[in-house]
């Protein structure tokens, strides 16, 4: 047998949706929505570099599964560094425009929000700084240009702080919402992308790495269908405590990963007591979570109901790798107001049984809006979504 057995591993793991994330979803437009929230969840990670190869025992696949589910660190502190090409079309910093827009004019944003600060990490290269004393305790710095964006949660306190701006967000986290924490290690994207193995996926064994001065596993998984465009995950997997320290995965289209996501610096100490402390700055603006709903109407207007509608109604086509989404607008083709075909240019025109469309590409995923207004989304490809249409019809 070789020196690292290699063997396809099958599980099951399903992850509901849930309602929050369906309503929050519905308060934007279709398909560039759809096409930002699944590159930020499901954009994972890079090739794996090694910088050597330890003689480890051999393990199996489902052995190292087994090592990563029975981990149980809970102190540690490190540096990260992200990097994700999706493929995205340039915007020319549209969104990021609009959003401080919004904030200047008082309409309840706030520079600190983390629901809009975190969505930087879907593109480009950023490097963070994590630390972690159990479940009461995280804390993820943003390091930018001569400024600094932090997250801390500590006890019933989570608290935003944007160090350019000067602005800070405090809101509380409760015994449900303890989880709702965003993807910031190897680990998190892990255990997230292993819930989606099943008997439609190869999980195998390929070889040791050396990662951030440490001895790892590498776990690769792939799907064993056509049609999905992922080509490879790959895990490095800490040889002592079972910790992924980085997370790769590459399109299936080939070059470089989609997403690269590693430890640099990595220690499983527990971090100082102080790491977890804050206290707004003198002078700083602080906006209290409930404030940044104040001065939006109640009532939301019928284009975002009838999207929310469509959300609730979602149907997932296929199995595995190669499972599409699809769900109802509400409307009729691209939105009202899509002056001189803005969102359309960004897409391609397909025709089918179902009439006409246009998919918006990234490198892993691409979604399809028909005429009639029914979208079609997932890590397949584009005549795997134009396929779907057609038998929905």
Same mark, same amino acid.
């Given at each position: 047998?070789?020196?690292?057995?290699?063997?396809?591993?099958?599980?099951?793991?399903?992850?509901?949706?849930?309602?929050?994330?369906?309503?929050?979803?519905?308060?934007?437009?279709?398909?560039?929505?759809?096409?930002?929230?699944?590159?930020?969840?499901?954009?994972?990670?890079?090739?794996?570099?090694?910088?050597?190869?330890?003689?480890?025992?051999?393990?199996?696949?489902?052995?190292?599964?087994?090592?990563?589910?029975? =981990?149980?660190?809970? !102190?540690?502190?490190?540096?990260?560094?992200?990097?994700?090409?999706?493929?995205?079309?340039?915007?020319?910093?549209?969104?990021?425009?609009?959003?401080?827009?919004?904030?200047?004019?008082?309409?309840?944003?706030?520079?600190?929000?983390?629901?809009?600060?975190?969505?930087?990490?879907?593109?480009?290269?950023?490097?963070?700084?994590?630390?972690?004393?159990?479940?009461?305790? !995280?804390?993820?710095?943003?390091?930018?240009?001569?400024?600094? +964006?932090?997250?801390?949660?500590?006890?019933?306190?989570?608290?935003? +702080?944007?160090?350019?701006?000067?602005?800070? +967000?405090? *809101?509380?986290?409760?015994?449900?919402?303890?989880?709702?924490?965003?993807?910031?290690?190897?680990?998190?994207?892990?255990?997230?992308?292993?819930?989606?193995?099943?008997?439609?996926?190869?999980?195998?064994?390929?070889?040791?790495?050396?990662?951030?001065?440490?001895?790892? +596993?590498?776990?690769?998984?792939?799907?064993?269908?056509?049609?999905?465009?992922?080509?490879?995950?790959?895990?490095?997997?800490?040889?002592?405590?079972?910790?992924?320290?980085?997370?790769?995965?590459?399109?299936?289209?080939?070059?470089?990963?989609?997403?690269?996501?590693? /430890?640099?610096?990595?220690?499983?100490?527990?971090?100082?007591? =102080?790491? /977890?402390? /804050?206290?707004?700055?003198?002078?700083?603006?602080?906006?209290?979570?409930?404030?940044?709903? !104040?001065?939006?109407?109640?009532?939301?207007? @019928?284009?975002?109901?009838?999207?929310?509608?469509?959300?609730?109604?979602?149907?997932?086509?296929?199995?595995?790798?190669?499972?599409?989404?699809?769900?109802?607008?509400?409307? @009729?083709?691209?939105?009202? *107001?899509?002056?001189?075909? /803005?969102?359309?240019?960004?897409?391609? !025109?397909?025709?089918?049984?179902?009439?006409?469309?246009?998919?918006?590409?990234?490198?892993?995923?691409?979604?399809?809006?028909?005429?009639?207004?029914?979208?079609?989304?997932?890590?397949?490809?584009?005549?795997?979504?134009?396929?779907?249409?057609?038998? *929905?019809?």
């Amino acid at each position: 047998m070789a020196p690292y057995e290699s063997d396809d591993h099958t599980t099951a793991g399903e992850a509901d949706e849930p309602s929050k994330a369906r309503r929050r979803a519905a308060r934007y437009v279709v398909p560039v929505t759809v096409m930002g929230v699944a590159a930020a969840t499901i954009g994972l990670v890079p090739a794996l570099a090694d910088s050597g190869d330890p003689d480890l025992p051999k393990i199996t696949a489902a052995q190292l599964i087994e090592k990563i589910a029975k =981990s149980d660190v809970e !102190q540690l502190s490190g540096t990260v560094k992200i990097s994700t090409d999706l493929g995205l079309p340039d915007l020319g910093g549209l969104e990021s425009s609009l959003a401080s827009g919004a904030v200047e004019r008082g309409e309840g944003g706030s520079s600190a929000d983390p629901s809009a600060k975190l969505t930087e990490l879907a593109s480009g290269t950023h490097t963070l700084r994590v630390a972690a004393d159990g479940p009461d305790r !995280q804390k993820v710095s943003l390091l930018e240009d001569a400024a600094e +964006y932090s997250l801390i949660h500590n006890g019933k306190d989570v608290w935003g +702080y944007d160090s350019k701006s000067n602005e800070v +967000y405090h *809101g509380t986290v409760d015994e449900a919402g303890k989880e709702q924490k965003p993807p910031a290690t190897p680990k998190d994207f892990a255990e997230e992308a292993l819930k989606s193995v099943d008997d439609t996926t190869s999980v195998t064994v390929d070889g040791t790495a050396q990662v951030a001065g440490r001895d790892a +596993y590498k776990l690769v998984v792939k799907p064993k269908q056509s049609g999905s465009t992922v080509g490879a995950i790959s895990i490095a997997v800490d040889h002592e405590t079972g910790t992924p320290l980085k997370f790769t995965l590459t399109p299936a289209s080939g070059g470089a990963a989609v997403v690269d996501v590693g /430890f640099t610096k990595v220690s499983f100490d527990r971090p100082a007591a =102080s790491t /977890f402390d /804050f206290s707004p700055p003198k002078g700083a603006k602080v906006t209290e979570e409930g404030e940044l709903d !104040q001065g939006k109407p109640e009532e939301a207007p @019928e284009a975002e109901k009838e999207l929310g509608k469509g959300l609730e109604g979602m149907k997932v086509l296929g199995e595995g790798w190669n499972s599409i989404a699809t769900f109802d607008t509400g409307g @009729e083709g691209l939105p009202a *107001g899509d002056a001189g075909g /803005f969102l359309g240019s960004l897409g391609d !025109q397909v025709k089918g049984d179902f009439g006409t469309g246009t998919v918006f590409s990234t490198r892993l995923v691409n979604a399809l809006l028909t005429e009639d207004g029914t979208v079609y989304v997932g890590a397949v490809t584009k005549d795997a979504l134009v396929k779907a249409a057609e038998e *929905g019809k």
